[in-house]
């Protein structure tokens, strides 16, 4: 084996790139076969179908989730009771202004303009209507189409 100084980093580099682009070529060819077959035998009554379908199934089924005391819940009811308790703790809050910390504080006397005015609800909806509804989700992982039906 060279030292260090005398080995070739620039091949090794290379030698990865090489790699890395076979591997995603790899991966959508799979991909296009996959969806292939899908199309041929996917929506007929076929056991490729069905065993599509448990596949997806089992990979979709939640089997356990750790609680807020990090304590593993295995039973159906304490995994939705741990999911019911997380969603209510992170929508609930202790403050009574709910999300509005400036809501009493004086506006400056030369500032009377809309920008600092809090929207009504009708203007809330009109902008949430000029929205694309199925875009993706923002931080708090709902879409427009969510808020429109609230």
Do not use: C
């Not at 996917?42 to 089924?61: C, E, L, Q, Y």
């Amino acid at each position: 084996m060279k030292p260090l100084d005398q080995q070739d980093h620039a091949m090794e580099a290379s030698l990865v790139e090489r790699y890395e682009q076979t591997m995603t070529k790899l991966t959508d060819s799979y991909m296009q076969r996959a969806k292939k077959q899908w199309i041929k035998d996917g929506d007929r009554n076929t056991s490729f179908f069905h065993r599509a379908i448990v596949k997806r199934r089992r990979r979709n089924t939640i089997v356990s989730v750790k609680d807020e005391n990090n304590v593993l819940q295995l039973m159906l009811d304490k995994i939705s009771n741990t999911f019911v308790n997380y969603f209510r703790s992170i929508f609930t809050s202790t403050r009574t202004n709910n999300g509005r910390p400036f809501i009493h504080t004086q506006l400056p006397q030369d500032a009377r303009d809309y920008t600092y005015s809090i929207p009504d609800d009708k203007e809330i909806l009109e902008t949430l209507k000029d929205m694309k509804r199925n875009a993706s989700p923002g931080p708090d992982g709902f879409n427009v189409e969510f808020y429109i039906a609230t």
